[in-house]
C-alpha cells in the first residue's frame, strides 16, 4: 500500500499485510485492509465500532508465524484461504474470504476467529 491507497494488489498480498497489521497492532492498516466490494470498511462504518472490531480480530489472530497453505475460488469472485496460525506451543488453522473492491484492489472480508479463540485467551 502506498499513501491513501486502500486494499492489496492481489488476494495474497491483503492476507499478508493484515496479518502484519494485526501483528503490530497497525489499527490504520487494518483499516485500509479490511472490507468487501464496496472498499475499506473504514469508510462503511463509524470509527468507534471499527475499532472495536480492530481491536477483537488482534487479539485473535496474535501470532509467532503463520504460512498460507491453500486456496479456492468462491462465488462472485471472492477467494477463500486456508491459513495456518502458530502462537507458542499452539498451532490452529482457520479460513480468510479475501474479495476484490474497487479499482481492482483485494480487501479481506472475513477470518473466521471461532478457530482462534485460544490465541486470545493467551496473555502476553
Not at 31 to 58: H, I, N, S, T
Not at 59 to 83: E, Q, S, W
Request: glycine share 12%.
Amino acid at each position: 500500500m502506498s499513501g491513501s491507497q486502500t486494499g492489496a494488489s492481489d488476494a495474497v498480498a491483503a492476507i499478508r499485510a493484515f496479518m502484519a497489521a494485526a501483528k503490530s497492532q497497525d489499527l490504520q492498516a487494518m483499516g485500509a485492509l479490511w472490507g468487501g466490494p464496496d472498499g475499506p470498511a473504514r469508510d462503511q462504518m463509524d470509527r468507534g465500532e471499527l475499532e472495536k472490531r480492530e481491536f477483537v480480530m488482534m487479539c485473535y489472530l496474535k501470532h509467532d508465524r503463520y504460512d498460507i497453505i491453500g486456496d479456492a475460488p468462491n462465488p462472485g469472485g471472492a477467494r477463500a484461504f486456508a491459513v495456518n496460525l502458530w502462537l507458542g506451543d499452539l498451532t490452529r488453522s482457520t479460513s480468510f474470504q479475501v474479495v476484490q473492491g474497487p479499482g481492482g484492489r483485494w480487501y479481506v472480508k472475513d477470518v473466521d476467529l471461532s478457530k482462534l479463540q485460544e490465541f486470545c485467551a493467551r496473555r502476553g
